[in-house]
C-alpha cells in the first residue's frame, strides 16, 4: 500500500512546491509532484496536512540525551527512548553527543554507540535515526569547559584520539576542539584525514589560533557564543573569526537562554542561510520535570527551564521544533531559509546530505510538516506519522 502526502507547500531545499503530492513506498521516497500536475494516486492512504509546509526532518548534529537518558548509557533501552522522543519533535537523525569523561568511560560508551550504530534501525520503532557520534570533549580549553570536568581534559593527542575513533569503529563524524592547546592544529588535520569534521569551541583561542585550526581543516563552531571567548574589538577571537569566516559553519543554541536574541539575530546575519545550523545541546531532562539529571558522568539540576551545574548552564532543555520558532520569533527570516538550518547545513557540514536533512527520491521518507510560525504540526519518519510523546 502506498502512502502519499499532501500540503499547502513543501520545502525541498532549492524550492518551494505549491499542493505538493508525495507518494511514499516501502517507507521510502518514490515521487515528489505537485497536485497541480495531476490527480491524486488511487489506493493510497493520504495524510493531508492543509496549510502546511512538508520538509525534511530535523537533523541535529549536537545532543546528548533527552526523556531521561543520556547517549553515554550506550543500551539500547537509553537510544531507542531518546529517538524516540526526538522523533516525536521532528528530528528524523542526530549525531550522538558525548561529554568529557575518564578516558575509559569514554572508550566504553564509544564501543557501546559503535555497536548500537551499526544495527539498522527498525523502522516499526519510530525513532530518529543515530547517523554517527560528535565527540565534545575531552580536547577542550579549560578555561571554557563549561560544566566538562577539569581532571579529563586532555591536550590534542592523534594517539589518544585514535584509540576514541577505533573504540568509535569509525562511527565519529564531528569533533569539538579548542584551537588555542598545544597540538590543536595537528589534530584537526589527523581527524579531518579521517573522515572527522571538527568544530571549534569551548575555547578562548584567539583569532590566529582559530585561524590556523581552519586551515588544518576545521568546518564548523560549537554552539557560537557559549563556551567561547567573548569579542573584543582589539582581539577579536574566536567570535570574531567565526561570525566572519564565511565557509565556516556556526552552531547556535537557540532557546533564548543561552544565547540573547539580539545576538541570535547578529549571528543570522552573519552565517545566514547556507552556514547557520541550529542545535539543541540537549540533555536528560529534555521533556522531563525539573530534578536533577544525568550528564555524561555528572549531576546536573534542572528548574525553571534550565540544566546548569553551580551555576553554569549545562546543555539545554530544547527540541528542535521549538529552536525553530524561536529562530523565526527572534529574526524574522522567512521560513523556507529558517528549516535550512535543521536540514540542508547540517547535512552539508556532516556530509550526510545523501542520508539526512534532504528530500531525494529514494531515501527515506522522513518528513515535518509545519505551519507558518513554524510549529510542528506533524512528524512523519518512513512515511508513518510519529504521536506525540507528551
Ligand atoms: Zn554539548
Known amino acids: ?98 561529554v568529557t569523561a575518564p578516558l575509559d568511560v569514554t572508550l566504553r560508551s564509544l564501543s557501546g554507540l559503535a555497536r548500537l550504530l551499526a544495527k539498522a534501525p527498525n523502522p516499526a520503532d519510530l525513532e530518529a535515526t543515530r547517523m554517527g557520534i560528535h565527540l565534545e570533549g575531552p580536547f577542550v580549553s579549560h578555561a571554557k569547559r563549561g560544566v566538562h570536568p577539569p581532571e579529563y581534559l586532555l591536550a590534542p593527542d592523534t594517539g589518544v584520539f585514535d584509540r576514541l575513533y577505533e573504540a568509535a569503529e569509525g562511527h565519529v563524524r564531528l569533533m569539538t576542539l579548542a584551537p588555542e592547546l598545544p597540538g590543536a592544529a595537528e589534530l584537526a588535520a589527523h581527524a579531518t584525514a579521517r573522515g572527522v569534521r571538527v568544530s571549534v569551541g569551548h575555547s578562548n583561542a584567539t583569532a590566529a589560533e582559530t585561524r590556523a585550526a581552519i586551515a588544518a581543516g576545521a568546518v564548523s563552531a560549537t554552539h557560537t557564543f557559549n563556551a567561547m571567548r567573548a569579542l573584543d574589538h582589539h582581539e577579536p577571537g574566536i567570535l570574531g573569526v567565526v561570525l566572519t569566516c564565511d565557509s565556516l559553519f556556526a552552531e547556535l543554541i537557540c532557546d533564548g537562554i543561552h544565547t540573547d536574541p539580539e545576538l541570535v539575530k547578529l549571528w543570522w546575519r552573519a552565517k545566514g542561510p547556507k552556514r547557520a545550523i541550529l542545535v539543541t545541546d540537549a540533555m536528560s531532562a529534555t521533556g522531563m520535570p525539573d530534578g536533577e539529571y544525568q550528564l555524561g558522568g555528572f549531576t546536573v539540576q534542572v528548574a525553571d527551564g534550565k540544566a546548569s551545574m553551580g551555576g553554569v548552564l549545562a546543555g539545554s532543555l530544547l527540541t528542535l521544533d521549538r529552536a525553530l520558532t524561536k529562530f523565526l520569533a527572534f529574526t524574522g527570516a522567512p521560513l523556507e531559509q529558517a528549516l535550512q538550518l535543521l536540514t540542508a547545513n547540517p547535512a552539508a557540514m556532516t556530509g550526510l546530505g545523501d542520508r539526512a536533512g534532504s528530500l531525494a527520491v529514494g531515501q527515506p521518507a522522513n518528513f515535518v510538516a509545519v505551519d507558518g510560525q513554524g510549529a510542528l504540526v506533524a512528524s512523519v519518519l518512513g512515511g508513518k506519522e510519529v504521536s506525540a510523546m507528551r
Do not use: C
Not at 500540503?7 to 516501502?26: M, Q, R, T
Not at 543520556?70 to 553527543?97: C, K, W
Open 1 to 98: 500500500m502506498r502512502t502519499v502526502l499532501t500540503a499547502e507547500k513543501l520545502w525541498n531545499g532549492i524550492s518551494l512546491i505549491d499542493h505538493p503530492v508525495v507518494e511514499i513506498e516501502d517507507g521510502r521516497i518514490a515521487s515528489v509532484s505537485s497536485r497541480t500536475d495531476g490527480k491524486l494516486p488511487a489506493h493510497a492512504v493520504v495524510l493531508d496536512y492543509s496549510g502546511a509546509t512538508l520538509a525534511a526532518a530535523f537533523l541535529d548534529v549536537h545532543i546528548h540525551g533527552a526523556a531521561g537518558h543520556d547517549v553515554m548509557e550506550a543500551t539500547p533501552q537509553a537510544l531507542n527512548t531518546i529517538g524516540r522522543f526526538l522523533a516525536s519533535h521532528g528530528t528524523g537523525s542526530y549525531l550522538a553527543t558525548t
